[in-house]
């Protein structure tokens, strides 16, 4: 079994008016590629910070390879030169060429001789691409030859663990490709590498494992085909199908069913649906719903509708789940209302299990 390079347990950061990471916990093996993505706001950059101290924990602790390092009397610096971190802004140094970016750390902090750290450097500005760069100055350069110097900078001190908080988010889609080709690159070499990122497609084939977070916590984690092909929790699933989501919980008879088919509306014009369809599930909503479930149900009950919006697909599909005794709802409406759910509708599916009905459809 691979060695544990980093271990996290109970990491908590908290800012006077919000807290990203609430309980984080995790164990990354050396050789590991980690990505790690999720909404914006959720904690991902924060996380990275904290492992490499650029923030202080409130709460928890970290150890790089067995080593405390969020206790009082850690070594930091010595923890900074076995872990680099690339950032989303490139951080370079405008009054140092290229290679004097890449040679600076190296020469000073390890005592590297300037020969020596030169002839590195010049081999990592060739296995990214850049060596006719090496005299340049970083505003000669495009941003995503930025960033390649960037990562050549990271490796110039050996490190054991790469950072990468979203490296291509700063760049013109242009020039994405090129900064994601020298991350595979050393992914293929067995780096232990931790990145956060919004490219989809490139986490799923380079990572060996995937950290989905919200909620101030690594909310779900697996391999990749785990993770976009079978997510097990359902935010999972509405963040890697690019789902925009209506969610309406409903407890008693008295709700508010003016608010809900308005906001509801609301919701479809700002996804851009057409107008057609999202009058077809204001539809389905007042014919399933009001016409049936509601009625149906004692005093207090709890049901949730779900109307869910592909962007890539360009399809809604709504969901109705609550609790009781076995309710299909199309079995309960008139002949009229059949026709017309038939016309608005399709795929229509109804499960019981466990106590819970769950109905789910497409709109037309």
Not at 170 to 188: C, F, H, K, Q
Not at 326 to 346: C, G, M, W, Y
């Amino acid at each position: 079994m691979s060695e544990t390079m980093i271990t996290v347990r109970h990491l908590q950061k908290v800012y006077p008016n919000v807290t990203p990471l609430k309980d984080v916990n995790t164990e990354i093996k050396r050789g590991e590629v980690i990505s790690i993505i999720g909404p914006s706001g959720t904690g991902k950059s924060t996380f990275l910070r904290c492992i490499n101290l650029l923030e202080k924990p409130t709460a928890g602790e970290i150890l790089i390879n067995g080593l405390p390092i969020t206790a009082a009397k850690a070594d930091v610096p010595a923890l900074r030169r076995k872990m680099g971190m690339v950032f989303q802004s490139f951080n370079l140094f405008n009054h140092l060429s290229v290679i004097q970016n890449i040679t600076a750390a190296p020469i000073d902090l390890l005592h590297v001789p300037k020969e020596k750290a030169y002839e590195r450097g010049m081999e990592l500005l060739r296995t990214v691409g850049l060596a006719d760069k090496a005299e340049s100055y970083p505003d000669e350069l495009s941003g995503g030859q930025k960033q390649r110097v960037a990562i050549a900078r990271t490796l110039a001190m050996n490190p054991e663990i790469v950072l990468f908080d979203e490296p291509t988010s700063a760049l013109d889609p242009t020039m994405v490709g090129e900064v994601l080709s020298v991350i595979r690159n050393l992914a293929r070499q067995g780096l232990t590498m931790l990145i956060v990122t919004h490219e989809m497609r490139f986490a799923r084939d380079v990572s060996t494992r995937i950290f989905y977070m919200d909620e101030g916590v690594i909310y779900e984690e697996g391999r990749p085909d785990e993770i976009f092909e079978n997510p097990k929790k359902e935010k999972t699933r509405q963040f890697i199908n690019h789902l925009k989501v209506f969610e309406e919980d409903i407890t008693n008879h008295d709700f508010d069913f003016v608010s809900v088919t308005s906001r509801l509306e609301d919701f479809g014009r700002k996804q851009q649906i057409a107008q057609k369809t999202i009058r077809n599930m204001q539809l389905a909503f007042e014919e399933l719903v009001m016409q049936v479930l509601i009625p149906s149900f004692a005093a207090s009950f709890n049901l949730t509708f779900t109307a869910e919006y592909s962007e890539e697909q360009g399809r809604v599909t709504l969901r109705l789940c609550y609790d009781g005794s076995e309710l299909n709802p199309l079995e309960r409406v008139d002949e009229v209302s059949q026709k017309l759910l038939a016309r608005i509708t399709s795929d229509y599916l109804y499960t019981f299990s466990d106590g819970m009905n769950r109905v789910e459809m497409s709109i037309a």
